[in-house]
C-alpha cells in the first residue's frame, strides 16, 4: 500500500515539475517575443494586424509547449541516471544495512566527473559497510569466544562443586577438587579482568601516563614475579639486560606487556627448557626480547596471534583465554612502540619489543 501511494506521489511531483517548468519557459518565450515584436514595430515601422498576432502567438504557444515537453522529458531522463537512480541503489544499499546485512556494496556510477558526489557518497558507503560487516564479525566471535571461556570453568566449578558435596569424601580428594575448584575460579577472574581490561584500552578510558624509570629494573621485578614457576619446571633463565637504560612511558601499562611474554614463554617451554630475556639501547629505541624453547608458532598462527580471544592451541589444552598478547598490541600502540615475533615450529619463539628511549627521537 505504501508503494503505491509513493507512486503516485512520485507522478504528482513530476506532473506538477512539468507544469511548473512549461509556465517558465512560456512566460520567458511570450516576454522575449512582446520584446522583439515592439523592437521589430519601433524600428521598421510595421504594422500588425490583430490576425497575425494570433497566429503568431498560437505558433510560439505551439513551440513552447513542444520545447516544455522536451525540455522536461530530457531532464527527466538526466534526473533518473544521475540523481534518482542512485538515490535508490543507495538508500536499498541503506535498507538491506539496517536488516543486518553489512555483504552489500555499491557499484560506482559512470561519471566524467571524478568528484562526483554520488560517487564519493557510495564510496564512504562502502567504506562503513565494510567497517560495519568486520565490527559484526568481531562482536559475533567475541560472544562465541567468549560463552567458551566462561563455559569451562564453570563446568569445572560445577562439577568438583558437586563431588565435594559427597559424604565421607576422602581427604586428599577433597584438597584435590578444591584446587580444582580454585584454579578454575582463578582462570574465570583472570578472563574478567583481561576482558575489562582490554575494552577499556580499546575504549581510551586508560590514558599512559608518562614517567622516566629504568626499564632494567622493571623488567628484573616482573621477572622475579615467575620464579616459582621457572624453578618447578626447572628452565634455565639467561638474562642480558644492559644497565641504565630509561625511558619515559607508563611504567603500569608496560608491566602488563612484560607480565604477559614472560608468561607466555615459561608456559610454553617444556621441562629443562630455556628463556632468555635481552634489553639492549639503541639510538632512539630500547629493544627488549623475549626468546623460548618451546614449542614454536606456524605462519598461519604468527598472522593472527595479536587478534583478541585466538589461541594456536585450537583443543585449548594449555591455559589461557587468547588476550593476553591481545592486551600486549594494544598497550604498545598505546605507548606508541612496536612489537614483532619470529617464530619456528619445534624450536621456539622470539618476541621483539621497541619502545621510544628517553630525550630521543627518531631520525
Not at 515539475?17 to 522575449?32: D, H, N, R, Y
Amino acid at each position: 500500500m505504501s508503494r503505491t501511494h509513493n507512486r503516485a506521489a512520485r507522478w504528482l511531483v513530476a506532473l506538477w515539475q512539468c507544469a511548473v517548468f512549461f509556465l517558465l519557459i512560456a512566460s520567458v518565450v511570450t516576454c522575449c517575443m512582446l520584446l522583439f515584436l515592439n523592437v521589430l514595430q519601433h524600428n521598421m515601422g510595421l504594422v500588425f494586424t490583430q490576425e497575425m498576432i494570433e497566429t503568431a502567438a498560437k505558433l510560439t504557444f505551439g513551440n513552447v509547449l513542444l520545447i516544455s515537453l522536451l525540455c522536461t522529458a530530457i531532464d527527466r531522463v538526466r534526473r533518473w541516471f544521475m540523481v534518482t537512480k542512485p538515490v535508490l541503489r543507495i538508500t536499498d544499499a541503506a535498507e538491506k544495512i539496517t536488516k543486518g546485512d553489512f555483504s552489500v556494496r555499491i557499484q560506482p556510477f559512470f561519471s566524467l566527473d571524478r568528484q562526483d558526489g554520488f560517487n564519493i557518497i557510495i564510496g564512504l558507503f562502502n567504506r562503513m559497510a565494510e567497517e560495519l560487516s568486520s565490527i559484526e564479525t568481531l562482536r559475533t566471535d567475541f560472544i562465541s569466544n567468549v560463552s567458551h571461556e566462561l563455559k569451562t570453568p564453570l563446568s569445572v566449578i560445577q562439577n568438583y562443586g558437586t563431588l565435594l558435596q559427597q559424604p565421607d569424601l576422602p581427604e586428599d580428594c577433597r584438597l584435590e577438587y578444591a584446587k580444582a575448584v580454585t584454579d578454575a575460579s582463578r582462570r574465570l577472574a583472570s578472563l574478567i579482568t583481561n576482558i575489562l581490561k582490554l575494552n577499556k584500552l580499546e575504549n581510551q578510558q586508560i590514558y599512559p601516563e608518562g614517567k622516566t624509570f629504568d626499564l632494567g629494573e622493571q623488567l628484573c621485578e616482573c621477572l622475579l614475579a615467575f620464579e616459582d614457576i621457572w624453578e618447578e619446571k626447572g628452565i634455565e633463565l639467561d638474562t642480558d639486560i644492559e644497565e641504565n637504560v630509561c625511558i619515559t612511558s607508563d611504567a603500569e601499562l608496560l608491566s602488563l606487556v612484560w607480565n604477559n611474554l614472560f608468561s607466555n614463554a615459561l608456559k610454553f617451554t617444556p621441562l629443562g627448557g630455556r628463556v632468555s630475556v635481552s634489553l639492549r639501547a639503541e639510538p632512539s629505541y630500547a629493544v627488549i626480547q623475549v626468546n623460548d624453547t618451546g614449542c614454536g608458532i606456524s605462519p598461519e598462527v604468527g598472522a593472527h596471534i595479536f587478534e583478541k580471544f585466538y589461541q594456536g592451541d585450537t583443543s585449548h589444552a594449555t591455559q589461557g583465554n587468547g588476550l593476553g598478547l591481545a592486551l600486549v598490541k594494544r598497550v604498545i600502540d598505546i605507548v606508541e612502540g612496536d612489537i614483532s615475533v619470529s617464530s619456528e615450529l619445534g624450536r621456539g619463539s622470539t618476541f621483539t619489543v621497541k619502545i621510544r628511549r628517553t630525550g630521543h627521537e627518531t631520525s
